[in-house]
């Protein structure tokens, strides 16, 4: 049997296990257990400790429980509610603003929690109801808010960039600051969408007639100010080489609890316990399935499944924006069924080596391969950011919630091919401050 073959069978063992319902770190390691029972036999099974161990012994990795605390603490508060009320004060008299400032608060509470889902309920529970009352159509206002919740995974402090900075030894600040130009560019095309849609179709949009002092567009800021200078602070620490990934993320979840226990009296035993277990399990959760993919890509490359498919892509001997095209493609699909941590650290040690024999800059890669888990979070048929709208607005059909996102799925797909034309997008501001790469 060859490698393609197997990897092959593999892929459709696995696709079975996730589709049973089967937590995705408990798949990659079934998985990898069976086919490494299969051909290596049980004495196979000695190593399996020493390879997870191993996946999770990176020090850059305790930068993720300090980000998702950092994340669960902004989440426990009024932030996302104080976000979108300051932006809507700001620009309720702009044409259409009230959906801009709906995708313009997803955009900032998601570099602030660095959670799509947490993004979608916080800035969802408030700006979805206020759109539909003023006219906006039900599939704008839940489709916005999917796709602007996405961009926690791009917009820094990302744990995805620091998922892929571990997997391919490169720069996690650079990743961090290479993530900014093209955050901005998809929420601006996310809004430029948004303001065609409504006002080709959203006739029966009402005008909000209620105004807003320049007292009360002021009074709100303070309360939202210090947590938009916490990201600039991480980023400041990182990129200057004052602080490591780990010590940068620490000392922005203690900043971000003080906050919310100062700003928001969130200083309750049970509040605070709150914060520490939402974190917890996700923390846990992320970290099985780093390990859970070190086991899985050591079988990979145990049975010459990885290599295989290296040699087989390489030997297409086909044009390297053609080959790019074909790793979008499979990395979109690869989205579609798991989570943006699993297809990182499943994909990057096969597709990395061959990216960069084409030419292509490995931070510029990292950018587009986020965009791509992006789409996943907007896709079915795992989809999360859906299925978290559906729950906060029961009174939206998930199809009209999916034909709401399906424009902004375009305009993802718009950014990757002007990342294509244009890469300095992604690498121009990280060499900019940090100089050019060695």
Known sequence: MSPLELGAIVAFVLILALLSGMPVAFALTGVALLFMILFDGVRSLNIVADTIFAGLNEFALLSIPMFILMGAAIASSRAGSDLYEALERWFHRVPGGLVLSNIGACSVFAALSGSSPATCAAIGKMGIP??????????????????????????????????????????????FIAGILPGLMLTGLFMAWSLYYSHRYGTGIQKNTEGYSWRERFEILPKILPFIAIIVMVLWALYGGVATPSEAA????????VL?????????????????????????????IIGGAALFSYMMSSLYITQGLAEWIAGMDANKWVLLAFINLLLLVAGLFLPPVAVILMTTPTLLPIVEAAGFDPIW?????????????????????????????????????????????MMMIIGIVLLAIFPGIATWLPDYLMGPQK
Request: hydrophobic share 50%; net charge positive.
């Open 130 to 175: 206020e759109m539909q009352k003023r006219g906006y159509p039900s599939s704008l206002a839940t489709g916005a808010i999917a796709a602007g919740g996405t961009l926690g995974i791009l917009i820094p402090p990302s744990i995805t960039m620091i998922v892929y900075g571990i997997a391919t030894e490169t720069s996690i600040g650079r990743l």
């Open 250 to 257: 620490g000392v922005g979840a203690l900043f971000c609890i």
């Open 260 to 288: 919310v226990m100062v700003i928001y009296k969130v200083y309750k035993g049970a509040d605070l316990w709150g914060i520490l277990k939402t974190s917890t399990r996700e923390s846990v959760m992320i970290m099985l």
């Open 365 to 409: 890669f990292g950018v587009m391969l986020t965009i791509n888990m992006e789409i996943g979070l907007i896709t079915p048929p795992v989809g999360l950011n859906l299925y978290v709208i559906n729950s906060i607005a029961p009174n939206v059909k998930l199809q009209t919630v999916l034909r709401g996102a399906l424009p902004f799925m």
